[in-house]
């Protein structure tokens, strides 16, 4: 069975601070992987995407790295902003399936503290 | 947010009753789907459709139906609402036909409650 399991399941961090936060997935075979964040009472907006042959992608102050020999990946955010705060989904979608079968991580509860 | 509107925002309905959402969009896009979100579960696939009277079955399709009769409105529809479908409805719509660089876009979601 495909899965994806995120780590920590929330930090709390102070503003300014760097944090990273990990993803581990069981998905094959694999097509990409996306990292989203989530407002509170929002939906999803997509931060990074990345397929197999990139190991590192940035978005601002969003850095995501993909290891696909270990099937691991993390979410760098540098110098956090109390506006970083929110859930961070880590999604893997599968390869050679019907479209739109995505696997979804509960995501990384990221509270930033002044 | 690719626009996409989701329409009620909230609703409070009794068990046995039917339940209808409807997404929006107004971009033409091919792709639409329903998730479900909840605590403790990531978020859950229910239907997606892939063109005009085009669906499939997510990984909890029970007790749910959709319709796609124009490019543009995807509705889900709960037949006899359970308590078990209290939860947070997103739709989303995909931006392009490659599994490799398909961005997903989501909706501002709908909170459903039955009691």
């Known amino acids: 069975k495909n899965q994806v399991e995120q780590s920590p399941q929330s930090l709390i961090i102070l503003e300014g601070k760097n944090c990273t936060l990990q993803?581990?997935?069981?998905?094959?075979?694999?097509?990409?992987l996306r990292w989203y964040k989530q407002d509170t009472g929002r939906g999803p907006v997509s931060l990074t995407i990345?397929?197999?042959?990139?190991n590192t992608k940035s978005n601002g102050r969003y850095t995501a790295t993909l290891d696909a020999d270990t099937k691991q990946s993390s979410l760098h955010i540098t110098a956090s902003q109390l506006s970083d705060s929110a859930s961070y989904i880590c999604?893997?979608?599968?390869?050679?399936?019907?479209?739109?079968?995505?696997?979804f991580g509960q995501g990384t509860i990221l509270t930033v503290h002044p | 947010d690719a626009g996409i509107t989701q329409s009620p925002r909230h609703k409070v309905t009794e068990t046995g009753t039917p339940v209808t959402l409807r997404c929006h969009q107004t971009e033409n896009h091919r792709y639409m789907y329903w998730y479900r979100q909840d605590p403790g579960h990531g978020l859950r696939l229910i239907h997606y459709s892939y063109g005009v009277k085009d669906t499939d079955k997510g990984e909890v399709s029970d007790g749910y139906s959709v319709s796609r009769s124009k490019t543009e409105d995807f509705l889900l529809t709960l037949e006899s609402a359970t308590s078990s479908q209290t939860s947070v409805y997103f739709c989303?719509?995909?931006?392009?036909?490659?599994?490799?660089?398909?961005?997903?876009?989501f909706g501002p979601g709908t909170r459903l409650t039955v009691l």
């Open positions: 999604v893997v979608s599968a390869g050679g399936t019907s479209y739109g079968k995505l696997t």
């Open positions: 990345m397929t197999f042959s990139e």
């Open positions: 993803c581990n997935y069981t998905v094959s075979p694999f097509s990409n």
């Open positions: 989303a719509i995909s931006t392009t036909d490659s599994l490799l660089t398909d961005t997903q876009y």
